[in-house]
Protein backbone atom coordinates (compact mmCIF):
# COMPACT_ATOMS: atom_id res chain seq x y z
CA UNK A 1 0.00 0.00 0.00
CA UNK A 2 1.65 3.19 -1.06
CA UNK A 3 -0.49 5.57 1.19
CA UNK A 4 -1.98 7.43 -2.19
CA UNK A 5 -5.34 6.77 -2.61
CA UNK A 6 -7.55 7.34 -5.80
CA UNK A 7 -11.55 6.58 -5.82
CA UNK A 8 -13.41 5.50 -7.94
CA UNK A 9 -11.57 2.55 -8.94
CA UNK A 10 -13.34 2.26 -11.99
CA UNK A 11 -15.76 4.73 -13.76
CA UNK A 12 -17.84 4.31 -16.80
CA UNK A 13 -19.39 7.16 -18.39
CA UNK A 14 -21.09 8.04 -21.85
CA UNK A 15 -19.37 10.52 -24.36
CA UNK A 16 -20.32 14.11 -23.66
CA UNK A 17 -20.39 13.47 -19.68
CA UNK A 18 -18.48 14.95 -17.24
CA UNK A 19 -16.50 13.17 -14.39
CA UNK A 20 -14.28 13.81 -10.91
CA UNK A 21 -11.42 11.68 -10.13
CA UNK A 22 -10.64 12.33 -6.72
CA UNK A 23 -6.73 11.69 -5.00
CA UNK A 24 -5.86 11.69 -1.37
CA UNK A 25 -2.00 11.86 -1.14
CA UNK A 26 0.18 10.49 1.53
CA UNK A 27 0.55 11.63 5.07
CA UNK A 28 2.83 14.55 4.93
CA UNK A 29 3.21 14.69 1.00
CA UNK A 30 2.65 18.47 -0.31
CA UNK A 31 3.05 17.62 -4.53
CA UNK A 32 0.34 15.74 -6.54
CA UNK A 33 0.88 14.49 -10.09
CA UNK A 34 -2.03 13.36 -12.28
CA UNK A 35 -0.50 11.26 -15.28
CA UNK A 36 -3.19 9.59 -18.00
CA UNK A 37 -2.47 5.93 -19.36
CA UNK A 38 -3.83 4.57 -22.79
CA UNK A 39 -3.67 1.16 -22.89
CA UNK A 40 -0.08 -0.36 -23.53
CA UNK A 41 1.29 3.35 -23.45
CA UNK A 42 3.49 5.60 -21.61
CA UNK A 43 2.43 7.74 -18.43
CA UNK A 44 1.65 11.04 -20.00
CA UNK A 45 2.19 14.18 -17.36
CA UNK A 46 -1.00 15.85 -17.24
CA UNK A 47 -0.29 18.47 -14.06
CA UNK A 48 1.70 18.92 -11.06
CA UNK A 49 0.45 20.45 -7.92
CA UNK A 50 2.43 21.25 -4.84
CA UNK A 51 0.87 22.99 -1.70
CA UNK A 52 -2.42 24.06 -3.53
CA UNK A 53 -0.57 25.95 -6.41
CA UNK A 54 0.14 24.53 -9.95
CA UNK A 55 3.32 23.73 -10.73
CA UNK A 56 3.62 22.50 -13.90
CA UNK A 57 1.82 21.57 -16.45
CA UNK A 58 1.98 19.03 -19.24
CA UNK A 59 0.19 17.46 -22.33
CA UNK A 60 -3.36 18.29 -20.39
CA UNK A 61 -6.44 19.29 -22.88
CA UNK A 62 -8.36 22.59 -22.23
CA UNK A 63 -11.55 19.95 -21.33
CA UNK A 64 -9.43 18.91 -18.38
CA UNK A 65 -8.45 20.75 -15.13
CA UNK A 66 -7.50 20.16 -11.64
CA UNK A 67 -7.09 21.37 -8.21
CA UNK A 68 -5.27 20.77 -4.88
CA UNK A 69 -7.46 21.77 -1.76
CA UNK A 70 -5.87 22.90 1.33
CA UNK A 71 -6.29 19.46 3.07
CA UNK A 72 -3.42 18.99 0.06
CA UNK A 73 -6.16 16.59 -1.80
CA UNK A 74 -6.83 16.97 -5.00
CA UNK A 75 -9.36 16.70 -7.90
CA UNK A 76 -8.87 16.13 -11.68
CA UNK A 77 -11.99 16.94 -13.41
CA UNK A 78 -12.85 15.69 -17.35
CA UNK A 79 -15.60 17.24 -19.20
CA UNK A 80 -17.16 16.78 -22.69
CA UNK A 81 -15.75 13.05 -22.36
CA UNK A 82 -14.92 11.82 -25.56
CA UNK A 83 -13.93 7.77 -26.85
CA UNK A 84 -10.43 8.74 -26.65
CA UNK A 85 -10.00 9.72 -23.03
CA UNK A 86 -10.65 6.23 -22.38
CA UNK A 87 -7.64 5.59 -19.82
CA UNK A 88 -5.64 4.62 -16.73
CA UNK A 89 -5.71 7.51 -15.04
CA UNK A 90 -2.82 7.81 -12.04
CA UNK A 91 -2.47 9.76 -9.30
CA UNK A 92 1.05 10.35 -7.15
CA UNK A 93 2.33 11.97 -4.33
CA UNK A 94 5.79 12.88 -3.25
CA UNK A 95 7.15 14.96 -0.13
CA UNK A 96 8.62 17.94 -2.44
CA UNK A 97 7.85 17.32 -5.89
CA UNK A 98 11.55 16.73 -6.81
CA UNK A 99 12.16 13.45 -5.11
CA UNK A 100 10.69 9.96 -5.36
CA UNK A 101 6.31 9.69 -6.47
CA UNK A 102 4.16 7.42 -4.80
CA UNK A 103 1.27 6.00 -6.86
CA UNK A 104 -2.13 5.67 -6.24
CA UNK A 105 -3.82 2.09 -7.44
CA UNK A 106 -5.35 4.39 -10.47
CA UNK A 107 -8.66 5.33 -12.00
CA UNK A 108 -10.07 3.34 -14.77
CA UNK A 109 -12.31 5.51 -16.93
CA UNK A 110 -14.68 3.88 -19.51
CA UNK A 111 -16.40 6.09 -22.03
CA UNK A 112 -18.94 4.57 -24.12
CA UNK B 1 10.94 20.58 -19.75
CA UNK B 2 12.26 17.07 -19.29
CA UNK B 3 12.44 14.41 -21.38
CA UNK B 4 13.06 11.15 -20.87
CA UNK B 5 13.26 8.14 -23.86
CA UNK B 6 14.00 4.40 -23.62
CA UNK B 7 14.43 3.06 -27.14
CA UNK B 8 14.18 -0.71 -26.24
CA UNK B 9 10.30 -0.94 -26.59
CA UNK B 10 10.74 -4.69 -25.56
CA UNK B 11 13.56 -6.87 -24.18
CA UNK B 12 13.73 -10.72 -23.66
CA UNK B 13 15.89 -12.36 -20.96
CA UNK B 14 16.27 -15.80 -20.11
CA UNK B 15 15.67 -16.55 -16.03
CA UNK B 16 18.53 -16.40 -14.26
CA UNK B 17 20.58 -14.54 -16.77
CA UNK B 18 20.95 -10.67 -16.46
CA UNK B 19 19.06 -7.45 -18.80
CA UNK B 20 20.45 -4.64 -19.43
CA UNK B 21 17.44 -1.80 -19.96
CA UNK B 22 18.49 1.49 -21.39
CA UNK B 23 17.17 5.19 -20.88
CA UNK B 24 18.44 8.65 -21.80
CA UNK B 25 17.13 11.82 -20.30
CA UNK B 26 17.39 15.49 -20.86
CA UNK B 27 17.38 18.68 -18.20
CA UNK B 28 18.31 22.13 -17.83
CA UNK B 29 18.56 21.25 -14.21
CA UNK B 30 21.68 20.98 -12.13
CA UNK B 31 19.71 18.87 -9.21
CA UNK B 32 17.18 16.09 -10.06
CA UNK B 33 16.83 12.70 -9.40
CA UNK B 34 16.30 9.35 -11.51
CA UNK B 35 14.16 6.45 -10.94
CA UNK B 36 13.18 3.00 -12.69
CA UNK B 37 9.41 1.83 -11.68
CA UNK B 38 7.93 -1.27 -12.80
CA UNK B 39 4.42 -2.17 -13.92
CA UNK B 40 3.19 -5.14 -13.33
CA UNK B 41 0.12 -6.74 -15.18
CA UNK B 42 -1.71 -5.26 -12.22
CA UNK B 43 -0.50 -2.05 -13.92
CA UNK B 44 0.22 -0.79 -10.30
CA UNK B 45 3.53 1.87 -10.15
CA UNK B 46 6.25 0.27 -7.83
CA UNK B 47 9.38 1.82 -7.16
CA UNK B 48 12.29 -0.20 -8.23
CA UNK B 49 15.37 2.29 -7.74
CA UNK B 50 16.54 5.72 -7.36
CA UNK B 51 19.38 8.21 -8.00
CA UNK B 52 20.43 11.39 -7.13
CA UNK B 53 22.25 13.37 -9.70
CA UNK B 54 24.59 14.87 -7.53
CA UNK B 55 26.18 11.60 -6.31
CA UNK B 56 28.65 9.47 -8.26
CA UNK B 57 28.07 6.64 -6.77
CA UNK B 58 25.30 4.47 -9.21
CA UNK B 59 22.82 3.00 -6.61
CA UNK B 60 22.17 -0.97 -5.93
CA UNK B 61 19.09 -2.60 -4.48
CA UNK B 62 19.51 -6.32 -3.95
CA UNK B 63 19.32 -7.58 -7.97
CA UNK B 64 18.88 -4.14 -9.44
CA UNK B 65 21.92 -1.33 -10.16
CA UNK B 66 22.23 1.31 -12.52
CA UNK B 67 24.72 2.57 -14.76
CA UNK B 68 24.25 6.25 -14.20
CA UNK B 69 26.41 8.39 -16.77
CA UNK B 70 25.63 11.99 -16.21
CA UNK B 71 27.57 13.47 -18.64
CA UNK B 72 26.22 11.40 -21.07
CA UNK B 73 22.88 11.38 -19.41
CA UNK B 74 22.15 8.05 -19.96
CA UNK B 75 20.86 5.58 -16.80
CA UNK B 76 20.34 2.16 -17.43
CA UNK B 77 18.93 -0.45 -15.43
CA UNK B 78 20.35 -3.89 -15.14
CA UNK B 79 18.57 -6.44 -13.32
CA UNK B 80 20.71 -9.59 -12.05
CA UNK B 81 19.49 -13.47 -11.44
CA UNK B 82 16.11 -12.62 -13.77
CA UNK B 83 12.99 -13.80 -11.85
CA UNK B 84 10.29 -14.74 -13.50
CA UNK B 85 8.19 -11.90 -11.26
CA UNK B 86 10.50 -9.73 -12.80
CA UNK B 87 8.40 -9.57 -16.29
CA UNK B 88 6.68 -5.88 -16.13
CA UNK B 89 7.04 -2.97 -18.23
CA UNK B 90 9.85 -0.77 -17.19
CA UNK B 91 9.74 2.77 -17.06
CA UNK B 92 12.43 5.20 -16.41
CA UNK B 93 11.47 8.63 -15.29
CA UNK B 94 13.36 12.04 -14.41
CA UNK B 95 12.28 14.53 -11.63
CA UNK B 96 13.12 18.10 -10.85
CA UNK B 97 10.22 20.05 -10.15
CA UNK B 98 7.97 17.74 -12.01
CA UNK B 99 8.66 14.02 -12.89
CA UNK B 100 8.48 12.81 -16.55
CA UNK B 101 8.68 8.97 -17.81
CA UNK B 102 9.63 7.67 -20.79
CA UNK B 103 7.84 5.38 -22.96
CA UNK B 104 8.97 1.94 -21.56
CA UNK B 105 10.16 -1.51 -22.01
CA UNK B 106 8.55 -4.64 -22.00
CA UNK B 107 10.17 -6.85 -20.43
CA UNK B 108 9.58 -10.82 -20.74
CA UNK B 109 11.36 -13.17 -18.62
CA UNK B 110 11.86 -16.81 -20.24
CA UNK B 111 11.90 -19.80 -18.29
Known amino acids: DSGVTQTPKHLITATGQRVTLRCSPR?????VYWYQQSLDQGLQFLIQ???????AKGNILERFSAQQFPDLHSELNLSSLELGDSALYFCASSPDGNTEAFFGQGTRLTVV | AQTVTQSQPEMSVQEAETVTLSCTYD???????LFWYKQPPSRQMILVIR??????QNATENRFSVNFQKAAKSFSLKISDSQLGDAAMYFCASAANDMRFGAGTRLTVKP
Open chain 1, 49 to 55: YYNGEER
Open chain 2, 27 to 33: TSESDYY
Open chain 2, 51 to 56: QEAYKQ
Open chain 1, 27 to 31: SGDLS
